[in-house]
């Protein structure tokens, strides 16, 4: 039989498959071969009962995130409050930098914003996002159509509202969560059970809230390449190794100065190259001292 998991669970695999949910075990073999299923993945499974299975075969995937681990994700919702916590850009463009980078479509969801009293400079910013080709929804209505048929997680920093969106899209979310939270004896929402729920014509995943947030990209073309506005101007480049920062004729610097580049975007990406040149020196160090 074949099918996606959608839960893992204190060792257990519960996979969908033609509208039924089976509990699967990983055969020992993955372990030996140091293998792991995860959900998201789609399996080839043997189950004789509806409770009882085993996994046999992981096909291949599209992408994965580390937290949580989860697979095959069509796009991200990254959740930012407009305050309490104040609007960071800085860490919006750290989330959409890991997206790009797993080839995962981010879409921006900006809560709270009934706490704005000027919603100039977040409509001027939404108007410069969606310029780059983001969608960038400030209201429920916005968010709806973009869930269905898709597989979308939900991310975001500690205290942006994540559970509370989610509530408003699923009531019975919090229903489902709590009751595994009861039968495990731990708090709601707990990390451990990660969980994939149909909502809004899709198939959804919470995430735990960050409160720092390690983008994976390890070098100069890897961070260009995850802005797109830079990844298209990089093309008339004079140097096709160009990092955007002292060489003549960069197309990059060009297209900022015109305004066609977000200054605070370009800020931001001058910041990830920085870390990035300072934890490969950190490496190499570390390294000489072995």
Same mark, same amino acid.
């Given at each position: *039989? ?40 789609? $399996? ?32 991200? $919702?990254?959740? *930012? ?135 994976? $990209? ?11 506005? *830079? ?60």
């Amino acid at each position: *039989m074949r099918g996606r998991i959608i839960k893992s669970l204190a060792g257990f695999y519960y996979v969908e498959s033609q509208g039924k949910v089976y509990q699967t075990r990983a055969r020992g073999n993955f372990r030996r071969r140091g293998e792991t299923p995860y959900v998201g993945d789609w $399996v080839d499974f043997s189950a004789e009962e509806q409770s009882e299975g085993y996994i046999l075969a992981i096909d291949e995937r599209k992408n994965g995130l580390v937290r949580p681990p989860i697979v095959n994700i069509d796009q991200a $919702v990254v959740i *930012m409050s407009a305050k309490e916590p104040d609007f960071n850009i800085n860490l919006l463009d750290r989330f959409l930098i890991l997206l790009e980078h797993k080839e995962i479509k981010p879409i921006i969801y900006i809560s709270k914003m009934d706490l704005l009293t000027n919603r100039v400079d977040m409509l001027s910013l939404r108007g410069n996002y969606q310029t780059i080709g983001y969608d960038f929804c400030l209201d429920l209505s916005d968010l709806l159509p973009l869930l269905a048929k898709t597989v979308t997680v939900f991310m975001g920093q500690t205290g942006v509202g994540k559970s509370t969106l989610l509530n408003k899209i699923a009531p019975e979310l919090s229903l489902e969560t709590s009751s595994i939270s009861e039968s495990l004896g731990r708090g709601r929402h707990t990390t451990r059970a990660v969980s994939l729920y149909d909502v809004a014509g899709g198939k959804i995943a919470d995430t735990p809230g960050f409160s720092s947030l390690d983008y994976e $990209v390890n070098s100069a073309q890897d961070l260009s390449e995850a802005f797109p506005e *830079m990844q298209h101007f990089s093309h008339n480049c004079k140097f096709r190794s160009c990092t955007h920062t002292h060489e003549p004729h960069c197309a990059v610097k060009s297209a900022l100065e015109s305004g066609d580049i977000m200054h605070s975007r370009y800020d931001n990406y001058l910041q990830f190259l920085s870390e990035i040149e300072n934890r490969r020196e950190t490496y190499k160090k570390t390294l000489k001292r072995k």
